[in-house]
């Protein structure tokens, strides 16, 4: 499975991992986003302690480096986790 020029999911029984992995850092990078993105309300709402904030940024950015890391291990980049989703447009 891997994401052809298209924009859409090419099945590849030769490439089966690295569409795995890319389907796989997808659903991680997506999830990501959305905490982050309740994270920074969260922060901006003021309902956390200083130490939370530190953490919490010390975790994101932690994940963020990992996924940076496993996107190179497998060769992809940021728009090989944008999967086409139709008539629905694009996942990110």
């Known amino acids: 499975m891997q994401q052809g020029t298209n924009g859409r999911i090419n099945f590849d029984p030769e490439k089966a991992e690295q569409g795995l992995a890319q389907l796989v850092l997808t659903v991680v990078e997506l999830v990501r986003q959305i905490v982050e993105r309740h994270a920074m309300r969260r922060v901006e709402g003021g309902t956390l302690t200083d130490e939370q904030v530190e953490n919490l940024g010390i975790a994101l950015m932690n994940l ?29």
């Open 64 to 92: 963020e480096e990992k996924m940076e890391e496993l996107k190179e291990v497998f060769g992809l980049d940021a728009e090989d986790l944008n999967i086409d989703l139709g008539p629905l447009g694009s996942l990110m």
